[in-house]
């Protein structure tokens, strides 16, 4: 995998290639990290890869700890008690090493270590960003273990309230890792539903920044790139999990999406964040259920754009029926099932999810405006299955 190899500064530094994780505590130092904080989920904590880094690091001379009280879906419990754990011992930083959820959860833990205002006053509303203490915020270092929502190159996290169960976007230009290791080696050992799920997740997160409104070319530009890395290696990722080509160009792609992402999200998003809330459903297979549906509502306002990126896709047919059914046959090659009912979504809780999607900060970015009754009709036919 020689020719997948650089170093990248946009959005931050980026060490990208296969081996490059040998570099962490060589970045520890670069970053000013003696006395690190490594946080994962519990079953990383558990492999050999979490093992081989903390001795790595301990044998580089760091004073390195481990907190792993993450949850799939994080929640302010466990920002809490990882704050606790690098306050009491005393450490200067933290490792963001996983997932989503790992690396949302590790950042915010870094976010919070010098604060003293709540966690939910930093939400992502308005310029509330500017409630928290610059000097608070410790530095991170980012290792991501999956191609799927690029939290590692992203300057907020979602953290989940558990008095409301709703997720709330919490938001500092600070948040941002230093430096972010992307060795496509560590992707490997991902099941074949999980790298669908996060693959998809990567490819809507540039699929909804491309579409959002507003005027961003240079973000649009990075999303096109993205779902043409996502189609050419999603399914081979999928097929061949030790395809270490395919997981890189998948991880970049994961980048590409929390990058072009700052233009904006949309309802595909915004119906999936409350169901992860209540249902504790993974965040990526929820958008590639939700996702068809929301592209059907949206085409008045995007279908010019969908047949410009059929073309650049490669599509057979680049129409938005040809876009369209594209999309479905993937979902169907890779195992995303068709409805929001097959992830156990009842038709009881529709009018409460409404409310949740039509009030997510996603929401605002979608191209067609989606208050509660188009959510709940979007519900509907997520549900249902009806196209």
């Known amino acids: 995998m020689t020719a997948l190899r650089g170093n990248w500064s ?5 060490r990208f290639g296969a081996g490059r994780i040998a570099e962490l505590p060589e970045a520890c130092a670069a970053v000013g990290l003696k006395r690190p904080l490594l946080v994962t989920d519990p079953g990383l904590a558990r492999l050999p890869m979490i093992e081989s880094a903390l ?7 760091l004073g390195v700890g481990l907190f792993s009280d993450v949850r799939p879906n994080p929640v302010a419990g466990n920002v809490e008690a990882g704050v606790r754990v690098l306050r009491d011992g005393k450490h200067d930083g933290v490792i963001a090493w996983g997932g989503g959820s790992g690396i949302d959860a590790a950042k915010a833990i870094a976010f919070m270590a010098g604060q003293k205002r709540p966690m939910w006053d930093f939400e992502d509303i308005g310029d509330w960003y500017t409630r928290a203490d610059p000097a ?7 290792v991501p273990t999956t191609a799927g929502t ?3 190159t992203g300057r907020a996290s979602v953290i989940t309230n558990e008095e409301t169960h709703t997720k709330k976007v919490i938001f500092h230009p600070k948040m941002m890792p230093a430096i972010v290791i992307a060795d496509p080696e560590l992707t490997v050992g991902l099941p074949p539903a999980l790298t669908a799920g996060t693959g998809m997740d990567a490819f809507i997160h540039c699929f909804e920044a491309y579409c959002a409104p507003g005027y961003h070319p240079y973000a649009e530009g990075i999303a096109v790139e993205g779902m043409r890395l996502v189609k050419e290696n999603l399914v081979r990722a999928v097929r061949d999990g030790k395809d270490i080509e395919a997981r890189g160009h998948m991880l970049a792609a994961s980048q590409m999406g929390s990058t072009a992402f700052q233009k904006g999200l949309g309802a595909i998003h915004s119906l999936s964040h409350p169901v992860g809330a209540v249902y504790d459903t993974h965040h990526g297979l929820t958008n590639a259920v939700a996702m068809p ?5 949206n085409r008045p306002a995007i279908e010019d754009k969908i047949v410009r990126l059929g073309r650049w896709l490669g599509l057979a047919d680049p129409s938005f029926g040809g876009f369209m059914g594209w999309v479905l046959d993937l979902r169907k090659t890779i195992g995303i099932p068709h409805t929001l009912a097959d992830l156990g979504v009842k038709t009881a809780d529709l009018d409460r999810l409404a409310v949740m999607a039509a009030e997510d900060p996603t929401a605002g970015g979608n191209p067609v405006e989606a208050g509660v009754p188009e959510m709940r009709a979007l519900f509907d036919a997520a549900v249902a299955g009806r196209l």
């Open 10 to 14: 946009y959005p931050t530094a980026i």
């Open 55 to 61: 001795a790595g690091l301990r044998k580089a001379g």
């Open 136 to 142: 608070g915020i410790f530095p991170s270092i980012a």
């Open 150 to 152: 690029g939290s590692e």
């Open 293 to 297: 549906y929301v592209v059907k509502f």
